[in-house]
Each structure stands twice: as C-alpha cells, then as structure tokens.
C-alpha cells in the first residue's frame, strides 16, 4: 500500500505551476500602476511649477489685464519639460515628455495650465481580445490641470 507521502509528491509542483501565473500578473500589474502614479506625480509637480513661474512673471497689457508673453509661455514650456532653468544640458523629466500637449488659458484672473502627456506602458502596449481577434490599447493620456490666481 502506499503511504500518504508518496501520494502527495509532485503536488507543490503542480500547485506553483497554477498559482505562479497569477502571481506574476498581479506583480507586473503593480509595478506599472507604480509607475503610472510617479509619472502623473511628476507631471503634476512640472505643471505647478510652470504655473508659479507665469504668476511670478505676470504681464499686462493696457487695460491692466493679465497676459501670458511668448517668451513667458517658451520658459514655461522649458520648465515643463525639464524641470529647472540652470542646467547645462537637461534631460526631460519623463520620457517622451515633449510630445506633451501643453495649454495656458486665462479667464479674468485666474491662469489656467494643463499639460497631457502620453503614458506608455512597459509590459505590454495592447491586451489582446480572445473574442473577436482585436486588442485593446493600454496606453493613454496623463492630463493634470493646475489653476493660480494671478498676483
């Protein structure tokens, strides 16, 4: 007869194979939500930053309202993209971070500053559809808003 030992070998090998799997799904998943949240953080952080650096050079025009200059929107845009205005030769701050859609709007006196940044996954850029042999598109956009009253 045999024992209950030798019945059970072979079983935790088994088991990994089924679980192992699954496992692995959630961990990837987490490292990419990961991801995805320090990126929108960061894009956040540049947004805010290029907000406090329109108010903190604030234009007018004749009639005593609020403009945003050229000059003005192109250092912002740099600080969007780099992050800070000293260094001598910048990386960006995300990658792919100047193909970010970058939008001032100003209504009275409050600037508004959006920035869309395109999020790309690492693992896999479609998931694949079993059902009617299209896939679905994992990447999309990081839109962060920041509004400031101007000074």
């Known amino acids: 007869m045999f024992n ?6 072979g079983l ?22 990961s ?7 960061a894009l956040t952080k540049v947004v ?21 200059s050229s000059q003005t929107k192109s250092v912002a845009k740099y600080l969007l993209v780099y992050g800070d205005l000293g ?3 910048p990386t960006p701050i995300l990658p ?9 709007a100003i209504s009275g006196e409050f600037i508004t500053v959006t920035a869309s940044y395109p999020w790309q996954p690492i693992f896999a ?5 079993f059902v009617n042999g299209s896939s679905f598109d994992l990447s999309f ?11």
Request: proline share 4%; charged share 20%; hydrophobic share 45%.
């Open 48 to 68: 805010r930053g290029a907000a406090r650096y329109i108010i903190a050079n604030p234009e007018f025009n004749s009639t005593n309202e609020v403009i945003v």
């Open 35 to 41: 991801r995805l949240l320090y990126q929108y953080n």
């Open 125 to 129: 850029d479609t998931l694949p559809s």
């Open 141 to 151: 956009d990081l839109v962060t808003t920041h509004t400031v009253r101007a000074l």
């Open 4 to 9: 209950s030992k030798h019945k059970q070998q």
């Open 96 to 104: 792919n971070l100047a193909a970010t859609t970058f939008d001032i």
């Open 87 to 89: 260094e001598e030769s």
């Open 12 to 33: 935790a090998a088994i088991e990994m194979t089924l679980v192992l799997p699954i496992l692995l799904l959630l961990l990837f998943a987490t490292a990419e939500f």
